[in-house]
C-alpha cells in the first residue's frame, strides 16, 4: 500500500529493489493518497495515483514492464536539476504541472498523443474514481492499515518500510 509522493514508500521501493524482492514475490501495490483534513496529506498523489489507476486499464504493447510500473518509479527514482522527483512534485508542482511531467512520461514510454489525451480521460473518469474509493475503503476498512507504506508478504503485514535484509 503506498501513496506515490510518500518519501517513505520511496525508501521501501528503494529497498525492494536492492533486496531483489520482485525475483522471488509477484507484487502488486494499492494506490493509496493519503488523506488529510479535506485533501490529501500530499496535493498531487491523487492525480497521480489517478494515472496509475488509468495505466492499468490501457497498458502499453510491447512493454516488458506495466506503464504504472514505469510511472512510479520514474517518480521515486528520476531528478530534476539534481533534485529527487519526487520532491520536485511535492513541493513547487502544481497540479497542472504533475499532469505535463506524467504525460511527458507517458510519451517517453511510447504512447502516441491520441493515447495519452484517452488515458488522461480515463484518469478523470468516475470508473478511477470510484477505483480510488474503493482503493481507501480496503487500506481503512478491511486491511485496517496503521501507516503507509504497507507491505503484505509471508503472511505479515509490515505497517513501515522494511529493510533491505528484512526483504530478503
Given at each position: 500500500?503506498?501513496?506515490?509522493?510518500?518519501?517513505?514508500c520511496?525508501?521501501?521501493?528503494g529497498?525492494?529493489?536492492?533486496?531483489?524482492f520482485?525475483?522471488?514475490?509477484?507484487?502488486?501495490?494499492?494506490?493509496?493518497?493519503?488523506?488529510?483534513?479535506?485533501?490529501y496529506?500530499?496535493?498531487?498523489?491523487?492525480v497521480?495515483?489517478?494515472?496509475?489507476?488509468?495505466?492499468?486499464?490501457?497498458?502499453l504493447?510491447?512493454?516488458?514492464?506495466?506503464a504504472?510500473?514505469?510511472?512510479?518509479?520514474?517518480?521515486?527514482?528520476?531528478?530534476?536539476?539534481?533534485?529527487?522527483?519526487?520532491?520536485?512534485i511535492?513541493?513547487?508542482?502544481?497540479?497542472?504541472?504533475t499532469?505535463?511531467?506524467?504525460?511527458k512520461?507517458?510519451?517517453?514510454?511510447?504512447?502516441?498523443?491520441e493515447q495519452?489525451?484517452?488515458?488522461?480521460s480515463?484518469?478523470e473518469?468516475s470508473?478511477?474514481k470510484?477505483?480510488?474509493?474503493?482503493?481507501?475503503?480496503?487500506?481503512e476498512?478491511?486491511?485496517?492499515?496503521?501507516?503507509?507504506?504497507?507491505?503484505?508478504?509471508?503472511?505479515?503485514?509490515?505497517?513501515?518500510?522494511?529493510?533491505v535484509?528484512g526483504l530478503?
Open positions: 500500500i503506498i501513496d506515490p509522493l510518500c518519501t517513505f520511496k525508501k521501501l521501493w529497498n525492494i529493489n536492492e533486496a531483489k520482485t525475483d522471488r514475490y509477484n507484487l502488486t501495490y494499492i494506490a493509496y493518497p493519503i488523506p488529510e483534513g479535506n485533501g496529506k500530499f496535493k498531487n498523489s491523487y497521480i495515483a489517478s494515472y496509475m489507476e488509468a495505466l492499468k486499464k490501457f497498458p504493447a510491447n512493454s516488458d514492464v506495466q504504472d510500473w514505469r510511472l512510479l518509479d520514474k517518480i521515486f527514482t528520476d531528478k530534476k536539476d539534481g533534485i529527487d522527483m519526487q520532491e520536485v511535492n513541493i513547487s508542482y502544481s497540479n497542472d504541472q499532469v505535463e511531467y506524467i504525460n512520461s507517458l510519451k517517453e514510454f511510447g504512447y502516441t498523443d495519452i489525451a484517452l488515458i488522461k480515463l484518469a473518469s470508473t478511477v470510484e477505483t480510488i474509493k474503493s482503493n481507501r475503503d480496503l487500506v476498512n478491511k486491511i485496517q492499515t496503521i501507516k503507509i507504506p504497507t507491505i503484505i508478504f509471508n503472511g505479515v503485514r509490515h505497517d513501515r518500510v522494511v529493510d535484509e530478503k
